[in-house]
């Protein structure tokens, strides 16, 4: 079973950055695809980006071209660089796991974002 620890979130203005990290322990780190979901007030929880050990990094259409999702394996590290922020981003953000072959997901505790002027 793997543990994560999410780390970064804060308060920033529309059009500033902030780097996401999430640490992982307990197990493995590259039998895990990691990603980065975050759910608004009043929303459900959606996917922001997906990155395999070994692939392509998937994005949501929203956040496509602005943030940037990474991955450390010899730190068991998951990172989500977020650029160009808007209003819109602003929610919980969760650091997951999913296992591959046995598709069991772990969370983090989350991270609040805030966009605001």
């Known amino acids: 079973q793997v543990q994560l620890v999410e780390s970064g979130g804060g308060l920033v203005q529309p059009g500033g950055s902030l780097r996401l990290s999430c640490a992982a322990s307990g197990s493995i780190f590259s039998l895990y695809v990691m990603g980065w979901y975050r759910q608004a007030p009043g929303k459900q929880r959606e996917l922001v980006a997906t990155?395999?050990?070994?692939?392509?990094?998937n994005y949501a259409d929203s956040v496509k071209g602005r943030f940037t999702i990474s991955r450390d394996n010899a730190k068991n590290t998951v990172y989500l660089q977020m650029n160009s922020l808007e209003p819109e981003d602003t929610a919980v953000y969760y650091c997951?796991?999913?296992?591959?072959?046995?598709?069991?997901?772990?969370w983090g505790q989350g991270t609040q974002v805030t966009v605001s002027s």
């Open positions: 997951s796991a999913r296992r591959i072959f046995i598709n069991t997901y772990y």
């Open positions: 990155i395999p050990n070994a692939g392509s990094p």
